[in-house]
């Protein structure tokens, strides 16, 4: 218990989580407070289920209080499914529902994330005895980097303030793995100017790994790099797809 100037709780809470076969799992739990003489009783059961590409969630809480306003039931479900093709692009979708004594929510979103860049977007629906009410947004996140030779590339996330700049325009049809420091950092496809956003202050040895989805003849010597605020530095590499015919 706890009391702060003329407020005082105290609160018993017990929770147990029960593994499920196939990756799943259910967590109950129950609490009983004294908020400011106002008795709580609340009880939850929450179920989840995981996969490789999706996750599921469901889950009820029925609470009863001394205060009408602090009581009720709340139901709720949702769902997300991610892609993993963490290689070039990721793809995530995810669904939500809400249903209370007041009111009922419903919430649909989506990203997509590429070397491109950040596109997401969002619809929320809220219903209730006022009426319905509906959200939509929208947005796309990336950079826009000039480099140290005056050319523009489009691409890398997060922001930051230095980066190194790929010039894989000769690569076209390609799929390749920038690797920092030995780490693979992202893989791109190539036939572009990609930038690869790293902090600043900071030196860097980069190199190039072929994916093996083309014949590709590169130089894969590391290259290394210091980096510093607002700078953005070319790197270029010697690639050319092999044709066998």
Known sequence: SEAVGSSRSATLRYIHNLPLPRGQGLTISAEIANIDDDKRIGLAVQWRALSTHWTHTAGVDWVNSDLPENEGFTARAGTRWRDQDRFVEDL?????????????????????????????????????????????????DTSLVVDNQRNVSIGGLPPGEAAAVIDLSDAEDTLVDIHVDGQRKQSVRGGYRVPVVLPAYDQYRLSLRDRGITLLSLDNTPRSITLYPGEAEAINYTLERINII
């Open 92 to 140: 995530e979708l995810g669904a939500s529902a809400r249903i209370n004594d007041d009111d009922r929510n419903l919430n649909l979103d989506g990203t997509h994330e590429s070397q491109f860049g950040r596109a997401r977007a969002q619809v929320a629906m809220n219903d209730n005895d006022v009426g319905t009410s509906r959200q939509y947004l929208a947005g796309f």
